[in-house]
C-alpha cells in the first residue's frame, strides 16, 4: 500500500501532496504513453520544479493553467531535469525563462538539448542511414526513423544559456532536506535520480517505471554504444545500494514500492531478450533487422519498427560486447551477428 491517500493519479491542472513539500502533477503527451509525472519539492520560500513535457502548444497551456489555478501564488526556486528527452526537458528554456528560474541537470542533458536544438537537421545525417542500411534496415524505415527522430526533438524550446551541473553523488539541499544525487545509464546517458534516504524516497526519472519496461537503444551517433549493459549496470546497482520499501516516484505511471523486485524483473527481461537472440543465432548468423520480427513477432508499424529495431540493437552491442557473439561482414556489404 502507499502512504498517500491517493489511487489515481492527478488529473489534468489537479496537485497531489505526496508529503508534506513534495508534490505530483502529471501533464498528457500526444504519444501512446500518454502523460509524464512532474513533480514540486520546497525549497524554503520557493518550489523546485521537476522535469518539463514536452514544448508544444498544449504543453505550454497546460503549465499556465496550473499557473493560473493550483499553483497560483507559488514561487520557483529551479527547475531540475533529471534526462534530455523532450517529454522531460522540452519545456525546460521556456519556463526558466518565463519563472525567471535556474536549469540544474546533467552535463549530458544540457549538452544534448543545446544540440538537439540547434542542430535537429542532423538525425538525418548520410552517416546515420548507412548505419541503419548496414543493419538491413530498408531505406524507407530508414528515412522513418531519421524524420520521426528530428520532428520529436524539435519538441523542445530553446534551452537556458546556462545552467548548473549536477552529477552522481553530489547532494543537493533543498528547504533544508539532503537529495542524494544518483546518475543513472541505459535509458539515456547521465539520467539524474534523486535519493532522499531521510524519506525513504526515490525520484526514479526513467530509470525505473512501474509495470512497463524502460526503452533501451542504440543511438546512431554511438553505433557501437552499449546502453544495455550500462541499464543493466544501473539496476544492479539501484537493487544494491537503496533499501527495498523505498518510494520510488518515476517519470511515468504511478508511484510505487518494490524497487528490488522491480529491478531484478527488468534485468530478467532484458536476459530473456537476449537468450531468444541466442537461440535464433542457431540456425546462423543474422542481421539486426532479420532479429527484429524474432525479438518483436507481431506486425510492427514503421513507428514501431524504428524502435525495435534500436532496441534489437541495444541487445546485439551486448552480446557482441560480453563476447557471448561476434560481427560478420557479409558480402552485401550488411552485417550480421553470430555466436562467437
Ligand atoms: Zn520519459
Known amino acids: 500500500m502507499l502512504d498517500f491517500p491517493y489511487d489515481t493519479a492527478p488529473a489534468p491542472g489537479e496537485v497531489f501532496t505526496i508529503r508534506p513539500g513534495l508534490l505530483w502533477v502529471r501533464l498528457s503527451l500526444p504519444f501512446r504513453l500518454d502523460h509524464v509525472n512532474i513533480y514540486l519539492i520546497e525549497d524554503g520560500d520557493g518550489w523546485i520544479i521537476v522535469d518539463t513535457g514536452i514544448d ?12 493560473d489555478g493550483a499553483l497560483k501564488g507559488y514561487r520557483f526556486n529551479g527547475l531540475f531535469v533529471t534526462h534530455h528527452h523532450p517529454d522531460h526537458i522540452g519545456l525546460a528554456g521556456w519556463l526558466c525563462d518565463k519563472l525567471d528560474i535556474p536549469l540544474l541537470t546533467s552535463q549530458t ?17 548520410t552517416a546515420y ?29 530553446k534551452p537556458p544559456f546556462t545552467y548548473r551541473r549536477l552529477r552522481d553523488g553530489d547532494v543537493l539541499t533543498l528547504g533544508g532536506r539532503a537529495f542524494h544525487v ?10 539524474l535520480m534523486l535519493h532522499l534516504p531521510e524519506e525513504n524516497l526515490l525520484l526514479a526519472a526513467d530509470q525505473v517505471i512501474e509495470k512497463i519496461s524502460p526503452n533501451v537503444s542504440v543511438m546512431a551517433f554511438e553505433p557501437g554504444g552499449d546502453p544495455l549493459g550500462g541499464f543493466l549496470h544501473s539496476l544492479d546497482r539501484l537493487r544494491s545500494t537503496l533499501p527495498d520499501d523505498v518510494l520510488v516516484l518515476a517519470g511515468h505511471r504511478m508511484p510505487f514500492y518494490g524497487l528490488h523486485d522491480r529491478c531484478t524483473a527488468l534485468i530478467a527481461h532484458h536476459h530473456e531478450r537476449c ?8 540456425t546462423g548468423p543474422k542481421s539486426a533487422a532479420e532479429l527484429v520480427p524474432v525479438m518483436f513477432p507481431r506486425d510492427l508499424t514503421p513507428h514501431e519498427m524504428s524502435f525495435a529495431f534500436t532496441e534489437v540493437l541495444a541487445h ?25
Open 129 to 157: 542511414s548507412r548505419f541503419y542500411a548496414s543493419h538491413g534496415m530498408t531505406p524507407e524505415v530508414a528515412a522513418l526513423v531519421s524524420t520521426q527522430g528530428q520532428e520529436y526533438m524539435r519538441m523542445l524550446s
Open 275 to 282: 537468450d531468444i537472440i541466442r537461440a535464433a543465432l542457431a
Open 316 to 340: 546485439t552491442n551486448y552480446l557482441v560486447g560480453t563476447g557471448d557473439c561476434r560481427w560478420l561482414d557479409r558480402a552485401d556489404g550488411t552485417r550480421a551477428i553470430t555466436r562467437a
Open 182 to 191: 544518483l546518475s543513472g545509464d541505459g535509458h539515456c546517458s547521465e539520467q
Open 56 to 67: 508544444d502548444k498544449a504543453g505550454r497551456a497546460q503549465w499556465q493553467a496550473l499557473f
Open 109 to 125: 542533458a544540457f549538452l544534448s538539448a543545446m544540440n538537439f536544438y540547434n542542430s535537429p537537421e542532423l538525425l538525418a545525417a
